[in-house]
């Protein structure tokens, strides 16, 4: 079991910035970020796995980027030229394994999510 709490979310103009963190309770989790906007279902937008491997959402390559600081057990999201369709909750998430198609895919834990929204 790991526990996640995310913190950053807030509002910004697009062409903006925004970084996203998530405190996590334990290592050797390959861990995410989905996103969902008003409607059902989420989205994965980024995940880093255990190795450091990097795998992004088409709609948010060349502009997010995931890292994360092992020493802190903190995941981050450095959203970069924000646009009014990046609007929604982020939700950090761990996967216990992370499939090929793991935008597809619910991952094992998540957390309580955190409010970003985009004014054009």
């Known amino acids: 079991q790991v526990q996640l709490m995310e913190s950053g979310g807030g509002s910004v103009q697009a062409g903006g910035s925004l970084r996203l963190s998530c405190y996590y309770s334990r290592e050797h989790y390959h861990m995410g970020w989905f996103r969902q906007a008003q409607g059902p279902g989420r989205e994965g937008v980024a995940v880093v796995a255990s190795d450091g491997e990097t795998r992004y959402a088409d709609s948010v390559k060349g502009r997010f980027s995931i890292s994360k600081d092992s020493a802190k057990n903190t995941l981050y999201l450095q959203m970069n030229n924000l646009k009014a369709e990046d609007s929604a909750e982020y939700y950090c998430?761990?996967?216990?394994?992370?499939?090929?198609?793991?935008?597809?895919?619910?991952?094992?834990?998540w957390g309580q999510g955190t409010q970003v929204t985009v004014s054009s």
């Open positions: 998430a761990a996967f216990i394994h992370l499939p090929l198609d793991w935008e597809r895919h619910s991952p094992d834990f």
